[in-house]
């Protein structure tokens, strides 16, 4: 049984001249709670793409629970649940009809994702939207139904770029508690997020990308180095401005 989730290695992706991603080599232990951090335009979603099987790499490679997903990848994505930044739901479907979409696509038995669709919904606090269409919830409902297609086969791996972003505290609240305990009971999670104190409070490890480049990655007490994980993100990143200048703005 391996004891690593997702293991990178030598990860690379140039668009035209823009080089996305430089030779990133990242492993994930199984059982943790993953945060992959850095500025908007750092390369995370690039990465965790080509570590999904959204995005061939340039070079490099990546293991899903010890299986190559570009070699095998109908192997490698069985144990993978994917919330992908961006990526249009099919949302003239019901919440229901979706979920349970998701879980047919998976080969699961129709009963089996009938039982599921009605846990997940229930836990998500979607039930009484259930049969509203998609195109018509609200954006924390959106990555509540979302998430729930990730999980529906029960992968040993979520992979959730962005999952808090627009949400609102309480689904947040929500979202964080259905990770802690799916954890828990022995499953991976990778959130990228650009929200420090979030990551601080939820992660066991963290990673901190800036230009495609990795620039620390380890436990969070271990990157954070005794100061707080803000701190040593900018200190990592760097880039801070100033308001020199801003005069005009003093009304006093």
Not at 134 to 163: C, N, Q, R, W
Request: charged share 20%; proline share 3%.
């Amino acid at each position: 049984m391996t004891t690593v989730a997702l293991q990178v290695s030598n990860l690379s992706k140039q668009f035209g001249a823009k080089v996305a991603v430089n030779n990133v080599s990242l492993t994930v232990p199984v059982g943790s709670m993953f945060g992959l951090v850095g500025p908007n335009g750092a390369g995370k979603t690039t990465m965790l793409s080509m570590a999904t099987g959204l995005l061939r790499p340039d070079a490099g490679t990546a293991l899903v629970n010890g299986v190559d997903i570009w070699a095998d990848p109908s192997a490698a994505k069985s144990t993978l649940g994917v919330l992908a930044d961006g990526v249009r739901q099919f949302d003239r479907l019901s919440g229901r009809q979706l979920v349970t979409y998701s879980g047919l696509l998976r080969g699961m038995a129709q009963q089996e994702v009938a039982e599921r669709t009605e846990d997940l919904l229930r836990v998500m606090d979607l039930t009484n939207d259930a049969d509203k269409l998609v195109v018509d919830y609200s954006a924390g409902m959106t990555k509540k139904i979302a998430l729930a297609t990730a999980m529906i086969h029960s992968p040993k791996l979520l992979v959730l770029d962005e999952p808090f972003e627009a949400v609102d505290p309480v689904s947040a609240a929500n979202i964080r508690e259905i990770l802690a305990d799916y954890v828990a009971y022995g499953g991976t999670v990778i959130v990228s997020s650009h929200v420090m104190d979030l990551v601080q409070r939820m992660c066991t490890h963290v990673a901190v990308i800036d230009g495609g480049v990795l620039k620390a990655s380890g436990t969070v007490d271990e990157v954070r180095a005794g100061s707080t994980l803000e701190e040593r993100f900018v200190e990592l990143v760097g880039g801070r401005g100033t308001g020199e200048g801003l005069s005009w703005l003093r009304t006093s």
